[in-house]
C-alpha cells in the first residue's frame, strides 16, 4: 500500500492526523494554484479562504474520493482550480471603484505592474520544485519562521536557509535567462 493510499484510507476513517498532514503536505500547492487564478485580482486573506475551503471540501467529501479515480493531490489540484473560480465568480468584474482605492491607489499602472510581477514570481517559485516551492511560499509568502519551518518539515534550519539562498540565486537566474526584472 503506498503513502497515497494509506492517507486516502486515514482520511476515510475520519482520521485528524491525516488532514494535518495532507495540509502540512499541499498547502503551499494548493495555494500557487489558487493565487494564479485569484491572486492578481483579490487579497492574500481571499487565496488564505480559498485554500482553507479546498481542505474542508476534503475532510467533507473523504469518503467519496477513491484511489482509482486520482492521488490525493491531484483531488486536491481540481479542487483548489474549482473553489478558486467559484470566488472569482462570486466578485463582480463590473463593481464600481471605490472612491477609498482610487484614494489608496494613486498610481493604478504601477500597482497593477506590481500585481503581475507577483503572479510572474509566484509562477517562478512553482518551477523550483515541489520541496523548494514550499520553502519559499512558508518563508516569503506566509511570513513563516525559519525555526518553524524547519519543525513542520522536518528539515535543519541551515538546510533550509541553504535551499532558500539556492533558490533565490535560481530564481536570479531565471530572471536574467528572461531579461527581466522584478
Aim: aromatic content about 6%; some cysteine; overall charge positive.
Amino acid at each position: 500500500m503506498t503513502e497515497d493510499e494509506k492517507l486516502l484510507l486515514n482520511l476515510k476513517k475520519r482520521k485528524r492526523d491525516a488532514l494535518d498532514k495532507v495540509m502540512k503536505e499541499y498547502t503551499p500547492y494548493v495555494s500557487v494554484i489558487i493565487y494564479n487564478i485569484i491572486g492578481n485580482i483579490m487579497t492574500k486573506e481571499d487565496v488564505e479562504e480559498v485554500t482553507a475551503d479546498v481542505f474542508v471540501g476534503l475532510w467533507k467529501h473523504a469518503d467519496s474520493l477513491d484511489r482509482e479515480k486520482g492521488t490525493v493531490k491531484a483531488y486536491l489540484g481540481a479542487a483548489a482550480r474549482n473553489c478558486a473560480k467559484n470566488k472569482l465568480r462570486q466578485v463582480s468584474v463590473h463593481q464600481e471603484l471605490d472612491e477609498g482605492i482610487a484614494t489608496e491607489n494613486p498610481e493604478p499602472v504601477a500597482y497593477l505592474e506590481q500585481r503581475e510581477k507577483q503572479k510572474q514570481l509566484i509562477h517562478l517559485i512553482s518551477t523550483l520544485g515541489e520541496t523548494d516551492s514550499e520553502l519559499f511560499m512558508r518563508y516569503y509568502y506566509y511570513d513563516e519562521k525559519i525555526s518553524k519551518i524547519a519543525k513542520i518539515t522536518g528539515m535543519n534550519a541551515s538546510t533550509i536557509k541553504t535551499r532558500l539562498a539556492r533558490g533565490r540565486k535560481r530564481l536570479k537566474e531565471m530572471l536574467d535567462n528572461e531579461g527581466r526584472r522584478l
